[in-house]
């Protein structure tokens, strides 16, 4: 069965830092890509990062880029996303998800089907 668990969420102030990591199980590693996605209220999902777990190969969305970074631990099956210069339009709940198809893409615009339970990050001003 595959599963993702992510933990790290919480409250923190502009400027401050978070680091989320996300557990899997149940494939093999480093044949999927993985990524973190976040949601506001009212606002669509939005992607944040991915990573080819098999080459380290990562992508970013334009508005988190030069402030988080996403990493991976292949003999740990984790991923994890280090959050900096942490602003209140960061806030969301995140989550991790494992992207479809095998192979070596690493696009946060391909299918994920396969998602975690999420945790909420908040950024107060």
């Known amino acids: 069965e595959v599963q993702l668990v992510e933990s790290g969420g919480g409250l923190v102030q502009t400027g401050g830092s978070l680091r989320l990591s996300c557990v899997t199980s149940?494939?093999?590693?480093?044949?999927?890509?993985v990524g973190w996605f976040r949601q506001a209220p009212g606002k669509e999902r939005e992607a944040v990062s991915c990573?080819?777990?098999?080459?380290?190969?990562?992508t970013y969305g334009d508005s988190v880029k030069g402030r988080f970074t996403i990493s991976n631990n292949v003999a740990k099956n984790t991923v994890d996303l280090e959050m900096n210069s942490l602003s209140p339009g960061d806030t969301a709940r995140y989550y991790c998800?494992?992207?479809?198809?095998?192979?070596?893409?690493?696009?946060?615009?391909?299918?994920?089907?396969?998602w975690g339970q999420g945790v909420q990050v908040t950024v107060s001003s």
């Open positions: 990573i080819n777990n098999f080459d380290g190969s990562t």
């Open positions: 998800a494992r992207i479809r198809s095998p192979g070596r893409i690493v696009a946060c615009t391909e299918v994920y089907d396969f």
């Open positions: 149940g494939f093999r590693f480093d044949d999927y890509a």
